[in-house]
């Protein structure tokens, strides 16, 4: 069958005009500007670059790298207005990685004047998860694109899904736990998701209270995205939606048994990754 590998290293697959052998012998990650930090467990050599692949009936473009969020920074322009306290003359900042107490956030968006920070935003990219490897449609793509390929997985028939549940409920546990630290600094969290995202999330969870659209006071903000279809055949992000809460407005949407399951979830997921013959307890 066809590739559903809609993008790879920032490309559009429909894009028969460009240089494939060459965007694939760079293996190089247009919105990082460096290589795609993707790789193959068995071959680190080797980047996947696989972007955005297609799922569901009718195929839908989903999006499962979060640094393909960050195409042309406008997801940063759209969180300009929550810098409340930023004036003129000020110099934005975009920071990524920085540690906060309930975990690690992915950017902070900050103000700063004369290096004196001033305001700031808390940024989270979420993608979609897949179960099972993407890779064999990548290779199928090669082989539609008349690439040289390093093996023949696209013969294999071991099919990707898509993570809906999990991804959904661990990204709300965590909003839920980093929340409190922005809410109690009257300063701002934004979730940005794709749209298929954020409709999943509102269908199993409860997000009747949320603001639509948003309110500027709330601590909480999703900002979801949209993929448009371009003349050229690539796929642009645009903004789709924006609802707003606070931290009790998460804790709402988790349902409060909520938290504890998926915290029990989460706890079996990794030891469950992590018993082996190895680790089995033999007395002497």
């Not at 300063?187 to 309110?215: I, T, W």
Request: hydrophobic share 40%.
């Amino acid at each position: 069958h066809m590739s559903n590998v809609v993008e790879l290293f920032g490309n559009s697959a429909a894009r028969r005009d460009l240089n494939w052998r060459q965007i694939v012998s760079d293996q190089n990650c247009p919105y990082l500007n460096r290589r795609c930090y993707k790789v193959r467990k068995s071959d680190p050599g080797t980047s996947i670059g696989t972007c955005t692949v297609t799922f569901g009936r009718p195929p839908q473009p989903i999006i499962i790298c979060p640094t393909r969020l960050i195409e042309r920074r406008q997801i940063f322009t759209d969180c300009f207005h929550l810098l409340t306290t930023h004036e003129p003359g000020n110099e934005l900042h975009i920071v990524p990685e920085v540690q906060i107490p309930g975990g690690n956030v992915d950017f902070f968006l900050v103000s700063a004047k004369n290096g004196v920070v001033r305001d700031f935003v808390g940024i989270e990219l979420q993608t979609l998860d897949t179960t099972g490897t993407v890779w064999p449609e990548r290779q199928r793509l090669l082989r539609e694109l008349n690439v040289p390929r390093s093996d023949h997985a696209e013969e294999s028939n071991s099919p990707y899904g898509m993570n809906w549940k999990m991804t959904a409920k661990t990204i709300l546990v965590q909003m839920h736990h980093k929340i409190q630290t922005f809410q109690h600094l009257n300063k701002k969290l934004v979730l940005v998701v794709q749209d298929h995202l954020l409709a999943y999330m509102s269908r199993e969870f409860n997000f009747g209270h949320l603001h639509n659209p948003a309110v500027i006071g709330d601590s909480m903000h999703f900002h979801a995205y949209q993929m448009h279809m371009q003349a050229d055949q690539s796929l642009k992000l645009g903004m789709a939606a924006r609802l707003s809460t606070d931290a009790d407005g998460i804790g709402v949407c988790l349902g409060l048994q909520g938290e504890a399951k998926v915290e029990l979830a989460l706890i079996i997921q990794s030891l469950q990754a992590k018993i082996s013959p190895a680790t089995l307890f033999v007395p002497f």
